[in-house]
C-alpha cells in the first residue's frame, strides 16, 4: 500500500500545517504539488493513498485554466475510491465538481476567525464513527460559501454560511473551516491580510489569537481522530494502544 499522500497548496510559501505534521506522524510522505505555479497533477492515483486540496486566496469560480483542472481531478481521486479532504477552497472545488454552488454571503459577510459549529445528524453519527466530539468554535478565513452538493450529507452547520461540512460516500470529505492552521500561520495571515478584517462579520485580529487558546485543543482533538478515520487506521491506532496497555512492564 502506497504511504504517500498527494498534498496540493495554492501559494509559494503556503504549508500544510497541522494536517501535513500528523499526516507524517502516521508515517505518511507528502507529495507537495502547487497548480497554480505550474505543478501538474497525477492522471492516476496508484501512487499515492489519498490527496488533500488545501485553500487559498483564490475563488473556486476564477477563471483561470487551473482551477478547472484541478477541480475535474479531483474526480480521478473519488473515481479511484482514495480517501479526499477538502479545506476551504478545496471543499469549495469539491462541491462545484458535484454540483453544488460556490457563492459569496447575500449580505458580503465573511467568517474570518472563529465561529460555532454545530453537527447535524449525521455529523452526530461521525462522531460515533471516530470517537471525537466536533469542536465547538472552529477556524475561518473564506468570503465565500458552498452548498451540500447532490449526492453529498451534510456534517455540520455554521450561523452565518450555513453549511460548514460535507461527506461524500465513505471518505471524501469537504470542510469550510481550517484545522489544519497553526499559531504561527495564525500569526502569519492576520499580518499579511490584516485588510480582510475590516470585511463585514470578520473577528478582529486580538479574538483570532485568543480564540486560538480557548478552542484550539479541542479542534486537534477532533482533527486527530477524524485523520485515524480518514485514512483507514483508527483500528490499527486502537490495537498498538490496546497492545501497549497489556504488554508486560519491567520490573
Known amino acids: 500500500m502506497s504511504r504517500s499522500i498527494l498534498v496540493v497548496l495554492h501559494q509559494e510559501h503556503s504549508t500544510p500545517g497541522r494536517v501535513g505534521r500528523l499526516l507524517r506522524e502516521r508515517g505518511y510522505h507528502l507529495d ?38 484541478e477541480t475535474d481531478w479531483i474526480g480521478t481521486v473519488l473515481d479511484a475510491e482514495k480517501p479526499f479532504l477538502g479545506l476551504c477552497l478545496g471543499a469549495q472545488m469539491l462541491s ?43 477556524y475561518h478565513w473564506h468570503r465565500e460559501g458552498f452548498d ?20 461524500v460516500g465513505a471518505r471524501a470529505f469537504g470542510l469550510q473551516f481550517h484545522p489544519e492552521v497553526t499559531y504561527a500561520m495564525m500569526c502569519r495571515w492576520t499580518t499579511k491580510a490584516h485588510d480582510r478584517m475590516a470585511a463585514p462579520g470578520a473577528r478582529a485580529r486580538h479574538e483570532h489569537l485568543a480564540g486560538w487558546y480557548r478552542h484550539d485543543a479541542a479542534v486537534h482533538r477532533w482533527l486527530d481522530a477524524f485523520l485515524d478515520g480518514w485514512t483507514g487506521e ?7 494502544l490496546r497492545a501497549d496497555a497489556t504488554a508486560p512492564t519491567s520490573e
Open 96 to 138: 462545484n465538481l458535484l454540483g453544488g454552488r460556490v457563492e459569496k454571503h447575500p449580505e458580503d459577510h465573511v467568517e474570518i476567525g472563529y465561529y460555532p459549529l454545530k453537527p447535524t445528524d449525521a455529523g452526530d453519527a461521525l462522531t460515533a464513527e471516530i470517537g471525537a466530539h466536533w469542536p465547538e468554535h472552529v
Open 148 to 167: 451540500v452538493p447532490p449526492g453529498a450529507v451534510g456534517l455540520a452547520q455554521g450561523e452565518i454560511f450555513e453549511n460548514q461540512a460535507f461527506r
Open 234 to 240: 483508527a483500528g490499527a491506532r486502537k490495537a498498538a
Open 32 to 69: 507537495i504539488r502547487r497548480p497554480p505555479l505550474g505543478c501538474e497533477l497525477p492522471k492516476t492515483m496508484c501512487d499515492h493513498a489519498g490527496a488533500v486540496i488545501f485553500g487559498g486566496p483564490m475563488s473556486a469560480n476564477d477563471p483561470e485554466p487551473w482551477i478547472r483542472r
